[in-house]
């Protein structure tokens, strides 16, 4: 029986470890979090409390359990190079060590990256350690995004028209960004639809999985300001209706052709999973950012997907073997919809912000399935923190059939909590598709 180790305690390692717990082979599961999930709890032969930048803590739990493999779910700990902690007492993991991690914790990094071995799909950018020429590069751009060097828990990127509206509020944002971190890097806006691009990646083979799409406004209608992801959703054929075919094959090439330079550029073979985040545009697929792990929530959609026994793909990914195995995913649609507290994502002076440490009663799901995320149990039932709480899940058919499963589970949570009832409609995805129809002049 193999003994596996889980790094992460939100509802992406929620889905991670109910996949682990899946596997035929009935592995036995070991967590490390920093909070109490009580869903991977539930799943878990023995949990260990502690912090992801205490490795020997990590470590400890990995000898005193005798692991075979770990799976790092959040950045944290890649950021802190938990991976190269096991390798040094012989545990592999699913997940890059942290000089590749950068891919994700140094958005300057992967840009240049990108541009020294001509990767396509790369905007006009430049990275700025002081204030000399951004101006000049600013006046050089059409639309302007601003994105801090370093993790910003998927809330760091600053864009023209959300943001702010002028080169010169531009210029005060970009003086702003670089008395907190080193860099600063100012991109051209593309102009498209997002989509993630989850690939599996053993060093040399890239794997893609059913694309998904997210949804970081806070409200209904896109409005509102962007939060770590609201809720997302994946069609059964496993693609989305605003994209050609070329848009998916060529963040499927960009993402190969990264892999093949991050072996070259650092010797070391990237093993985990590579989340590309990309934007179809009038002039194909473009590269927005990589992530070093999967999305959360759209790890949500795609594992309870996946046929494949998942303990065979980590160890395919930990012996670069992935060419040898044949990964399937049920042709099935999903829909996710998070749980927030009313207050989520508001100003701390907003009537709804002290919903974040309200208590919540979780009753019947129905055919739904739920993730925990960042909720406190404790003996007294379950309270939400002041993020995200709980993703609840429909899978089904048609997109329209797991939408009402999920808004059905989603009704099972009482409490001061909200969501997104408009993920998976289709005057949303409409919006999209005619979208992309007017920038391709179709």
Do not use: W
Not at 9 to 30: C, K, T, V
Not at 197 to 221: A, E, I, M, N
Not at 282 to 292: D, F, I, M, P, S
Not at 298 to 319: G, Q, W
Request: hydrophobic fraction near 40%; glycine fraction near 10%; aromatic fraction near 6%.
């Amino acid at each position: 029986m193999s003994n596996i180790l889980l790094v992460g305690n939100g509802a992406r390692e929620h889905a991670i470890a109910e996949a682990i717990a899946r596997s035929p082979q009935n592995p036995r599961l070991f967590s490390f979090m920093k909070a109490n999930n009580p869903g991977i709890a539930s799943l878990s032969e023995k949990i260990q409390p502690g912090s992801y930048a205490d490795l020997a803590a990590i470590t400890g739990f990995a000898t005193a359990n005798e692991i075979e493999f770990a799976v790092i779910g959040p950045e944290d700990p890649l950021n802190n190079g938990v991976v190269d902690a096991l390798a040094q007492i012989g545990i592999p993991a699913v997940g890059p060590n942290q000089s590749l991690a950068r891919l994700e914790t140094s958005k300057s990094f992967t840009r240049n990256l990108v541009s020294k071995y001509n990767i396509p799909g790369n905007p006009q950018f430049k990275v700025f350690t002081s204030m000399d020429g951004v101006e000049a590069f600013l006046n050089a751009l059409e639309g302007i995004v601003l994105k801090p060097d370093g993790l910003t828990g998927g809330k760091g990127v600053l864009v023209q028209g959300d943001h702010f509206a002028t080169k010169e509020e531009a210029l005060k944002l970009c003086t702003q960004i670089l008395k907190d971190s080193f860099s600063v890097i100012v991109e051209e806006k593309f102009d498209g639809e997002e989509f993630s691009l989850q690939c599996l990646c053993d060093g040399k083979t890239v794997v893609g999985t059913p694309l998904v799409q997210d949804h970081k406004r806070r409200f209904d209608g896109d409005r509102g300001p962007n939060t770590g992801g609201m809720g997302s959703y994946s069609l059964p054929d496993h693609s989305m209706p605003f994209l050609k075919p070329s848009d998916i094959a060529e963040g499927l090439e960009i993402t190969r052709q990264v892999a093949a330079a991050l072996l070259k550029e650092t010797g070391n073979p990237y093993k985990g999973v590579m989340y590309g985040g990309f934007i179809a545009t009038k002039n194909g697929a473009k590269l927005l950012e990589y992530n070093a792990r999967f999305g959360d929530p759209e790890a949500m959609n795609i594992l309870p997907l996946l046929k494949t026994d998942f303990l065979e793909v980590c160890r395919h990914i930990i012996d670069g073997t992935l060419d040898k195995l044949k990964i399937e995913f049920e042709p099935k649609a999903t829909v996710c919809k998070y749980i927030v507290p009313k207050g989520y994502g508001l100003p701390a002076d907003h009537p709804d912000a002290s919903s974040s440490k309200a208590k919540i009663a979780v009753g019947d799901v129905g055919a739904a399935r739920l993730y925990y995320s960042s909720v406190d149990k404790r003996e007294d039932g379950l309270y939400l923190s002041s993020s995200r709480a709980i993703g609840i899940v429909g899978i089904a058919d048609t997109l329209d059939a797991a939408r009402l499963i999920a808004e059905e589970g989603v009704k099972a949570v009482k409490g001061p909590v909200a969501y997104r009832e408009d993920i998976g409609t289709q005057a949303l995805i409409q919006k999209r598709i005619d979208h992309m129809k007017k920038i391709r002049n179709e």
